[in-house]
């Protein structure tokens, strides 16, 4: 009898150690929202190969909710709580003050707002990109290269994501020449694509000729108004050079994939802490790109190498880029 209980109470050790085993190898539940497409070809774009590295690199289950407004966002966070996701990345500035409240709600879940400002220390956190360092270069460019000395700026909604890029712009194309006019304009839309292109026409006809756009798939449009009256542009997101080849000067990258990768290692490892975390060109998070370059062949040469000595400095912490995302400059 002891002999038969023995063998009995080994054999549940065994189920009992491989439930386990089961349940730690079982992969995470990852949900993605955004605020238009996912596969737009800039911001949201972005994120949505960051989810695509987690699913084929870690093997995540995963969800993801496109087109949600910030009315609709707390019901979406609220339900893949429900359906007991590990991880929730909102990929919006507008998300994070809505994914700190329901966080409260579900302690189990990690909420992760990309370029959001909020954190709780403990379940809901704001990993965040420093644009601004990546802005100040472009605003250098702008500035070195406009010859009206009037540069246009088209961002999506005022809020700290947004002026640190505009600031970010402003601080150096002033820098350059404190004569300069910096325009700074909004569509206060993420998707649509009519604003941006009369905010660009009319700042075209008073001037400006040269734009840069930080507003998702809804800046495009100012692009390729620029592109049209052949002026330089520089692209957001991703490379953007495909627009034209011959006014597209650069872009500015954001691998986001680095920065929601670092967030899943962190909360694997458990160093997620409920924090803000920042992701610069020294982590490899921002950058410029032109196809395989930095810049297009058109950039003069010594230009190029001014530009590319700035970028060492920012990577190295020689120079740092502040933003002051708290204070909009106009």
Not at 144 to 161: A, C, D, E, N, W
Not at 166 to 192: C, E, F, M, R, W
Request: contains cysteine; negative net charge.
């Amino acid at each position: 009898m002891k002999k038969l209980l023995s063998i009995l109470l080994c054999a549940i050790l065994v189920l009992t150690s491989a439930a386990v085993a089961l349940a730690e190898d079982k992969p995470l539940k990852v949900a993605l929202i955004v605020t238009g497409k996912a596969q737009d070809g800039g911001w949201n774009q972005c994120a949505y190969d960051g989810l695509q590295l987690l699913i084929n690199k870690y093997n995540v289950e995963f969800s993801v909710m496109e087109d949600v407004s910030v009315a609709d966002v707390e019901n979406h966070l609220i339900s893949y709580g429900n359906d007991g996701y590990d991880i929730v990345f909102g990929h919006s500035q507008q998300y994070g003050e809505y994914m700190l409240d329901v966080a409260e709600m579900f302690p189990d879940t990690k909420f992760i707002a990309i370029e959001g400002t909020d954190c709780n220390g403990s379940n809901m956190a704001s990993y965040q990109l420093k644009c601004q360092e990546t802005a100040y270069v472009i605003g250098t460019l702008a500035a070195k290269t406009s010859k009206s000395q009037k540069i246009l700026i088209v961002s999506s909604f005022p809020g700290p994501s947004m002026n640190k890029i505009v600031n970010g712009y402003y601080d150096a194309a002033k820098a350059v020449n404190p004569d300069i006019t910096v325009l700074a304009q909004y569509t206060n839309s993420y998707v649509d694509m009519t604003v941006a292109q009369e905010i660009a026409e009319n700042a075209i006809q008073n001037g400006t000729d040269f734009i840069y756009h930080c507003a998702n798939a809804a800046g495009d449009p100012a692009l390729i108004a620029g592109i049209n009256h052949q002026l330089p542009v520089v692209g957001d997101s991703y490379d953007q050079s495909y627009l034209s080849a011959d006014y597209v000067l650069t872009s500015a990258q954001y691998n986001v994939d680095k920065l929601m990768e670092k967030a899943y290692n962190d909360i694997v490892n458990g160093a997620f802490n409920g924090s803000i975390v920042e992701g610069g060109m020294a982590d490899g998070v921002v950058g410029l790109v032109y196809g395989t370059e930095t810049f297009n062949p058109s950039v003069p040469a010594e230009l190029q190498a001014e530009l590319n000595d700035m970028i060492a400095k920012i990577t190295s912490g020689e120079m740092e880029i502040v933003g002051n995302p708290a204070d909009l400059k106009q």
